[in-house]
T-cell receptor, first 111, second 114 residues
Framework: SQELEQSPQSLIVQEGKNLTINCTSSKTLYGLYWYKQKYGEGLIFLMM?????EEKSHEKITAKLDEKKQQSSLHITASQPSHAGIYLC???????????FGPGTRLSVLP | SQTIHQWPATLVQPVGSPLSLECTVEGTSNPNLYWYRQAAGRGLQLLFYSVGIGQISSEVPQNLSASRPQDRQFILSSKKLLLSDSGFYLC?????????????FGQGTRLTVV
């Protein structure tokens, strides 16, 4: 089965700093998804990547998928307290039969 | 448009009591359905997924069970809750496509077992 790993497990940054979260798959990814969650709340879809080398941006968040489609990074520029939460990568590795998540990265942004 | 409903939003149950969480999807047919659990401060754990009516796959052994009595209805149950069942439960759906697809989530149920 597909397994996803994320690093770091948790991250504390000062407001205004840049940061990167990584997601690594044990298998080739057919689709890689990034979500943000605050504990006890639903997931917010951020971005979906499908093609090797693809890069997408939304406001101050940029996500990339490597050429081999086994690793993705999420980069936040000039972080703000509103960016705090748990960031999860998810993957659909087999025609949607089993959508799995990485363990998550907990981000805290200090004002 | 597709929507997903999950209820209740919060639940406090005593140890040993039964549980029933319901999730329904509108606006799509034959979706894959999922139940996830998130313990405090931890990532999401896939509990069950279903690719069709009556078809349930369990990812982890536990005292929970799932059923899919209708195409767009997914129920998470327990006969006797444990303290360790506390957590945040999320229902999700996806429609398999060759190109891959994302999962869409309900708003979740915060379960506290006391």
């Amino acid at each position: 089965s597909q397994e996803l790993e994320q690093s770091p497990q948790s991250l504390i940054v000062q407001e205004g700093k840049n940061l990167t979260i990584n997601c690594t798959s044990s298998k080739t990814l057919y689709g890689l998804y990034w979500y943000k969650q605050k504990y006890g709340e639903g997931l917010i879809f951020l971005m979906m990547l499908q093609k090797g080398g693809e890069e997408k941006s939304h406001e101050k968040i940029t996500a990339k998928l490597d050429e081999k489609k086994q690793q993705s990074s999420l980069h936040i520029t000039a972080s703000q307290p509103s960016h705090a939460g748990i960031y999860l990568c998810g993957a659909d590795g087999n025609y949607g039969q089993n959508f799995v998540f990485g363990p998550g990265t907990r981000l805290s942004v200090l004002p | 448009s597709q929507t997903i409903h999950q209820w209740p939003a919060t639940l406090v149950q005593p140890v040993g009591s039964p549980l029933s969480l319901e999730c329904t999807v509108e606006g799509t047919s034959n979706p894959n359905l999922y139940w996830y659990r998130q313990a405090a401060g931890r990532g999401l754990q896939l509990l069950f997924y279903s690719v069709g009516i009556g078809q349930i796959s369990s990812e982890v052994p536990q005292n929970l069970s799932a059923s899919r009595p209708q195409d767009r209805q997914f129920i998470l149950s327990s006969k006797k809750l444990l303290l360790s069942d506390s957590g945040f439960y999320l229902c999700a759906w996806s429609v398999p496509k060759h190109s891959g697809t994302e999962a869409f989530f309900g708003q979740g149920t915060r379960l506290t077992v006391v």
